[in-house]
């Protein structure tokens, strides 16, 4: 059943459609690992982790929903279900336990830069198929490149 | 590495862990679930089904921050990691791709059905072991019945 | 026509059911003696008890759905029609025309006591039953043991 | 006790009071069979004229507030008790247990026809008694007759 | 230099611009001996009619702005500067010095009734040369007179 | 189609339906042509009446939906097409292209006078037919009086 | 009198304003005729209709207002005047007098179809000239394209 | 009766009681001196002194409510009448009907010069009996000379 | 004077008074010094735990208040006077001065310790005499788990 | 350990330290005995004086926080714990149990005027070591002076 | 110390890094002159003038906030220390002293159109090394052309 | 061009001029100084200080504009051009580039030190010429000891 008609070419359809469903999956995980962070973090810098995990939650909620209304929007069913996140979903996240400060910080760092060099392939993707995709994963990179700052100004002070 | 102390006995923390451990996993997926659900549907009915299923994402999402918060302060790690959603989720959901409002909405009553039988087990489990945890189960129960009856109530109508 | 299902067994749907059907008449029937009262009052204390029976109306209300929805929820139609109301309700209200604000103060006081002596048999009978139900009449009788709190305060002073 | 005062001759006085109180009724009436049929909704339509219901008696209850009130201000005490409204309210109002979509929005568009009509009558009546109140009733009456119409909109389509 | 120009004909703009700086004078001054009152009560229901007294206070300013306002645009300059209020305004008020809870509560009925008869005058006025000059009449009689009875309420209870 | 009945007699519609139609294009071309001066307003006043023309706006847009609403209620299907409003609007507005400060004003002077005068002369015809749609009439004349006033307040000292 | 002096080369100010004017004019022609069918819609699912339209008025009244704001700021005076919409505006909208819902959601796809097949001719012909004029469309384009989705998800029911 | 003792020695009430008697006296005046001039403006920069003048009056009504319930706190009962604001008002206000623009803003500068310098003199009096008061008096002044500072640079350009 | 009737039987309102009691004085103690630690707190995590600690406060004190109102709700007077708190209070706090950041969360840790268990004996002490106050005790309790959480989770890097 | 350097020279630091904690005592043990009237308060004001004893509680925290952060700021360690009140605390504070209306009115009154005399001196002692500090004590000050005067008028009329 | 790593090429970070540094000195340079501006100026439309540059230095300084956060998010420490801004800033600003209105806007054209230039280039210049740093630019300068325009359209009446 | 008349002596002028001057300087150097910290700040303790910061830059830019307001009030016009800060301006800052959050702490100590003893030098100074602004300089000297003890508390750790 191919009900909602695209407003794009076929041509341009596959690879704006893999673009917004692989980021779908990329947000959708990282909003479950980072809430894993959340819940299980222990260590002296456990209430400003705590609430900076919650902000990087936050946005990849919302930018999941805008994804995913996106794909729906030009005809693209998205598809955020439980097996497809565990199987399609890539980005490191913590092990399971308490997981220390230090620990959740270097995660992040590392998972957020994953995901961001992944978005810029993308970007690159989809600048001649469709440029309202790539308009809207271009905000992504750059909260995504915002948050990755932060955890990386904090992890610089490890190796003093 | 167990760090946080419990404020329980032993013999409580058991049943007390799995009850929250299981109750994590039926909210997580129920979220996504539900936003899957949110952007496939299709049909006349499109709009209030739209905003009805992100009422129950919200109160899944909400609830299970409460309950992995809960099972962290018991001292008892929460594990909300999207493997462990894949492997241990078993409520029904929807189909890949576009999803009729009618078969939403069943979908929908079959799956709260079983979340809440699930419930109502561990709100009788934990009553002696931890009633702070009951009080918690209960309070989820009340508002999962409650967006039963409204899907059940939509649901009525298809049999006439 | 029984089209919503219940999620608790037949032998519980009884007791639950009689119990919120009676709240439901208990409490919309305050909230039109309480209104009645607020029009009606004159003395020296007008505002002061004009402002208070509008929370007293207010968390009647309020109330009232929540415990119509869930016996909907339960599968069990609540009846709150005018005819339902005149004829079960059975709390002392104010009589016709101006009341003064000492006689006021007085059958409130009486009224509330009535009401949360018949939610604490209904607190009882519900335990067993369905401890959902029963959480919910225990938050409405703290509501109503504080405010009876309120009027039986400002009542103290008459045998002065 | 005759304690407030009015400020209207005495001439002016029953017709103004008999609109008023007669008014009342009908408002009160309204939010009590609004929300029975706000709980006892089912069929397709159930998210929508649930929350449409919630309105009327939200107006409902409202104005009946400000009838009341201008009652009271006129020296005429209203009368809202629960023996006065179900003697004396007349409108048709949804039957007892579940009820479907099409028959709420039946049962609506008549009962508030018919509260209209009444009203349009006491308009008349007060123009010379008390212009104060006639400006109030007409304020209801455009409240009622727009939430007619929306009903009426949706009813419309059962006899193509 | 008349600058401004009515949107009435000249035979109506006497009687509505009579009505509407009358109408000016009596709000001004009430929102004085309002605030007079409001700082120099003294009793035992200090803090009830201490509030009380700036809801008339915030109407009478609130109105007066329309009031003036209205006027300005029939062309109408309003006069509401010290001395014009100092030598026409009629109603009573407080006297000097601290002032007893129940002779606030006295001198507000009366002084709130002296204005609703002068208002309810306009109103018959102003019916035929401008109608809508009259609605705002109508609306401030209507809140006038439920603030007068809220203090004769509160004043009944001398008597017994 | 006739869908919705009329809650008024036949005599009665033609006048209303006229009064309500005639204002409705008014209010709408009204907001077209104050944006557009909002928009190409240049001068020193720039920024005043800049932000003075979104008020105008605000309150056509808000009006017109009310409007259109109140002839919806009495069964009278509005007409707010492009085509309609482009054939049936007649009051003046701003010339295509930057247009100065003092020549903005002169035109919504010009332009809120004449609807003034066409709404007054709606209030008398639809007194007798329909006082709930008059009573809406003066509500709207009342604000642009006001907004009238201010602009020719604004424009007073050109001729000086 | 060309008094605000552009910021863009002469070459690219032709293209630039052409996209710019007609995409306002497409936006305030969509805002009218959106609330038309807001006012007109008859048919069971009214009330989800009529809440989506207002959504896309608003969406399209706020871009309408950034557009023109935008062509000003480049030194180009918008045209929005009532009669200009009614000579350029092109695309389809709803006819005179009561519609069916079915019909409107038709006509709304249809509508927001054209509406985006000519803004994506802007956004690649003004890619060179401004390219932030080009991301103030795709902003727009997003938009309506989720509004698109969102009628085409209720419209496909109908070839069921 | 002198019902309320005072916290300060008897030879410092006389000099606090008529530094806050008078100041209340000013404020009083200039919040209804600059009413007037919002109300019987005309000019050109209508708006903008429009808006600026009710800065002043808010800042009025404010101060003279903590002035007047300062007196009260200190057992001195503030006089606030009509009358006596008439008798004991000295600071120059606009004359009777329409007002040029800028004729308000010098007046406004005026008064306000006035109002500072007594304000002044009242500061230095206060030192010593009441800093409490002499705190609150420099408050009143910073607002007024910042108010003064405003029309003055509004004022300056007339001698251009 | 026991002029507040109790709800309850005589038997269960000794067993619910010494819960209610004690509970009140533990938490008027805890914040106390909740609020010393927060105010002497030194150390590079200051501010973290300066915000984290006025969590608890607030927390607290409005739990405070809510057991203060049903302990006289229940007809027994509570009793947070400072001299009852000085001798009754017995969970460890702050030592007087400057404290360490690492010190401030191990004595957090073990307090928040003592008024969980001391809380865990009065739910299972109250579950027969008062079911509502049982309740009450619970919500309380979830909360003070919550807190000792993140305390606990911020304290276990110390033996690292 | 002195670890925050003080900002003021060492001879205005003790008669400023004192100042501030002996203000902070006497704040923290009226928001305790403010509460402790607050709940234990009966008679025919109750809700009145109830709720006017709840602004006093929340001054009396809010300013108590103010002056421990400022002797924090001035390198101070502040002194708020359980047994520093009970020992240093020396206002008037209501009884055990009970109290009647008219008592609590007598013993705030008694209570805060003590608290000004106090302040009153030190004010006069803080002006040269550190005006900063005088200020605060200024706005304290004038506060409980407000809310003694309220206090105060409604005590006068005892002696009827 | 190079701490936080780029997720951009070496060779795309300097082109970017340039773009950004210069942006953001310009952008807090314009935050400093407009503020001068908004102190300094005097003449008839202070007031307008004195709250739209409250707006432009809203603007530059939320933008200067976001770029500076941009270029960290690179590993590029952006620098916008005091000297640097003074050596480096090089757009067009009032002189010292009191300005006329009339100079502050022909200033704000001006230094608006050399900063709306400098980024017509950079948005040129990072289009292909960074399309996320080149959106935002893009951002930054339709916000100063709006802010041109209404400065432009203010200012185009001194040569009449 | 002298515009603005002072409301003070020629002879408190210059004093007052100064300190206002000065004042002026420090805060909007503080301001920059305290944004170059927050962005190029890297350490554990990001997070923490990176908000705090905020929160001086935050006081400082709004103590700026009331005390250039304060100056132009008086008929000073104040200097805040980025010149003038360069080479005016003397707290101590952040080095160009990454800097360590226990620099970043002891940097802000050692500034706002600073700034609080200039400030203190001129509460002296304008204690005679100005009270008003004497008042002001108190206020902001209370604010930034605030800040300064909040750093101090952090930075004492450093010497363990």
Excluded: C, Y
């Excluded at 996106?70 to 399971?96: H, M, N, Q, V, Y």
């Excluded at 400060?101 to 970007?123: C, F, H, Q, Y």
């Amino acid at each position: 059943m191919s009900v909602v008609k695209s407003t794009i070419p076929d041509s341009a359809r596959q690879v704006t459609g893999e673009a917004l469903q692989s980021t779908l999956v990329d947000l959708l995980g990282l909003s479950l690992t980072g809430k894993q962070a959340h819940w299980n973090l222990v260590g002296p810098r456990f209430r400003s982790i705590h609430l900076q995990l919650d902000e990087v939650v936050a946005a990849a909620r919302t930018f999941s929903d805008t994804v995913a209304e996106r794909a729906a929007a030009l005809g693209l069913p998205p598809d955020g279900r439980p097996e497809t996140i565990a199987s399609a979903f890539t980005l490191p996240g913590p092990k399971d336990g308490w997981v220390r400060d230090t620990d959740v910080v270097a995660v992040m760092v590392e998972s957020l830069e994953a995901a961001i060099a992944r978005l810029r392939e993308r970007i690159e993707a989809t600048a001649g198929p469709d440029p309202v995709t790539q308009d809207l994963l271009i905000t992504i990179t750059a909260e995504l490149e915002k948050q990755r700052w932060m955890f990386a100004a904090e992890h610089v002070s490890r190796e003093d």
